[in-house]
């Protein structure tokens, strides 16, 4: 029998239009920008790799090293977001940012 996976959609009313915003630091901007600008240089070389048809194993380190590279760019926006975003909806009653937040980490647990 084969699993099926479900997903529950949630439908957030959202102030401003629509239109979410973060509120970062310009610190934690550019720290992330740093971040994601080194990322981008990895995927470059991965693809560089396989152009010159680098041994797998290689690659595949070059890769395990990107994938983390993202996941701490990924666990600093959790930060910022639980400590910023998710609190300032609590304290606007809005518990449905609850639901948000367990899909948000179920998504990053599936890595």
Partial sequence: MAKEQVEELITVELP????????????TKKNLVT?????????????????????????????SATQSALNSVAKILLDGHLKS???????????????EVLITIQKLMKK
């Fill in 16 to 27: 401003n239009d629509g239109v979410r915003t973060s509120h970062h630091s310009h610190e």
């Fill in 35 to 63: 971040r994601l600008n080194r990322i981008e240089g990895q995927i470059r070389g991965i693809k560089g790799l396989i152009e010159r048809d680098t041994y797998c194993d290689d690659v595949i380190t070059q890769i």
């Fill in 85 to 99: 975003c998710v609190v300032d909806r609590i304290k606007q009653g809005d518990e449905e940012v609850l639901d």
